[in-house]
Every structure is written in structure tokens, then in C-alpha cells.
T-cell receptor
Framework: QQQVKQSPQSLIVQKGGISIINCAYE??????FPWYQQFPGKGPALLIA?????SEKKEGRFTISFNKSAKQFSLHIMDSQPGDSATYFC????????????FGTGTRLKVLA | KAGVTQTPRYLIKTRGQQVTLSCSPI?????VSWYQQTPGQGLQFLFE???????NKGNFPGRFSGRQFSNSRSEMNVSTLELGDSALYLC??????????????FGSGTQLSVL
């Protein structure tokens, strides 16, 4: 119940294309869903996050779509650029008591120039 | 503000040895979490410290331990190293670690190789 399943493991997209990464969770107590972006040699950094009271959140070229009934959420990167090439982690956490993040296994994205 | 600093950046150890990793959080941050990153497993939560107290613990054996000092700096110790402990160990800090939506700030990690 504590898992967050992420797919695909790797993704190759042409420049200008749309990158889509999916995550699914089981624990309905999760109520905060961030995405972290990690470049080689660096630690992950928060990219965008969503609470379950909204179905979509957009920040520039990055959009999170959230489906509460299906317990799924996804990251869409529009107009993908070579600079977006990185590893992306979805995560989930809950607010009851002190919380911790549960991360997905990561998606390595490569955007071809 | 300086970011999260982890030392050393790289470590090579042999099986059976022990190792200590260090993490200096962002100034003012009182929560420090540790994660193990391996290919295919993603980021796995080790433990979280707040005000020198371990507040959360992941599913790792007792060989993995940590502590936090009064200045919020944290150390992680792994005893009796095994080959499977080879990983990137990441430290993350946040102001309180107790508010939903509170951003985690990660260091660049310590790459541990066990031979």
C-alpha cells in the first residue's frame, strides 16, 4: 500500500514532442503528489506538485494530470527540449502526522535534438 | 543561502567496513531526511531527523543508522558494508518536515561503492 509505481523506466522523445510519464499509487491517504527532476551528478529538485483537490496543474511546459478515482497521476512535458533530458521521479506523501515521501522508481528521459 | 552540502562526494569501501556520511542542511532547516538511490529502485527512504530526534524510519536493516546534531547537521552510518549497499546516498532538508507541500531540498549525494 505504500508503493508508487512509475512508468516507463526510460523514454526517448524528439525535440518538440510531448513526454508523458505515469504514476499510480495505492494508499488513498496520500494527499500531495510532487514531481522531482534530477540531472546527472545532482540531487533531485522539485519541478511541480499537485494536491488531489484539483485535476490538473500547469507550470509553463510542465503539466500534472491527476485522476483521483483511478489513483493515477502523470507528468506531461510539452514541446520537449534537449535540456529536459533528466531523470524524473514522481512521489506521494500524506499529511496525517509527520509525513514522509514515497518515491517512484524514476524515468530516464532523453530528448533528441 | 548555501544549499545542502554532502561530504564526501565519493567513497570506496570494502565489504565488512563501516562508513559515515555527512550532511549539512540549508541554514534554518531543522528536518533532514536520507534516501538511498539505486538504478531500478529509485529513491528509498532511510530515515528522517528533526531536532536531533529520529521521527521516521524506512525499511532498512539496523546496519543503517543516523543522528542529528544540535546545529541540524546529520550523519548517516552504515556498518558491516555489503556489496548491495553500493548506491548514491542523498540527503534532503526542509524547514520543518511536517507541513504538507513543504519542499525537499536535496544535496548532490555521496556515491558509495562497496568492493
Amino acid at each position: 500500500q505504500q508503493q508508487v509505481k512509475q512508468s516507463p523506466q526510460s523514454l526517448i522523445v524528439q525535440k518538440g514532442g510531448i513526454s508523458i510519464i505515469n504514476c499510480a499509487y495505492e494508499n488513498t491517504a496520500f494527499d500531495y503528489f510532487p514531481w522531482y527532476q534530477q540531472f546527472p551528478g545532482k540531487g533531485p529538485a522539485l519541478l511541480i506538485a499537485i494536491r488531489p483537490d484539483v485535476s490538473e496543474k500547469k507550470e509553463g511546459r510542465f503539466t500534472i494530470s491527476f485522476n483521483k478515482s483511478a489513483k493515477q497521476f502523470s507528468l506531461h512535458i510539452m514541446d520537449s527540449q534537449p535540456g529536459d533530458s533528466a531523470t524524473y521521479f514522481c512521489a506521494a506523501s500524506r499529511t496525517s502526522g509527520t509525513y514522509k515521501y514515497i518515491f517512484g522508481t524514476g524515468t530516464r528521459l532523453k530528448v533528441l535534438a | 543561502k548555501a544549499g545542502v552540502t554532502q561530504t564526501p562526494r565519493y567513497l570506496i569501501k570494502t565489504r565488512g567496513q563501516q562508513v559515515t556520511l555527512s550532511c549539512s542542511p540549508i541554514s534554518g532547516h531543522r528536518s533532514v531526511s536520507w534516501y538511498q538511490q539505486t538504478p531500478g529502485q529509485g529513491l528509498q527512504f532511510l530515515f528522517e531527523y528533526f531536532s536531533e530526534t529520529q521521527r521516521n524510519k524506512g525499511n532498512f536493516p539496523g546496519r543503517f543508522s543516523g543522528r542529528q546534531f544540535s546545529n541540524s547537521r546529520s550523519e548517516m552510518n552504515v556498518s558491516t558494508l555489503e556489496l548491495g549497499d553500493s548506491a548514491l546516498y542523498l540527503c534532503a532538508s526542509s524547514p520543518t518536515g511536517g507541513r504538507v507541500g513543504e519542499k525537499l531540498f536535496f544535496g548532490s549525494g555521496t556515491q558509495l561503492s562497496v568492493l
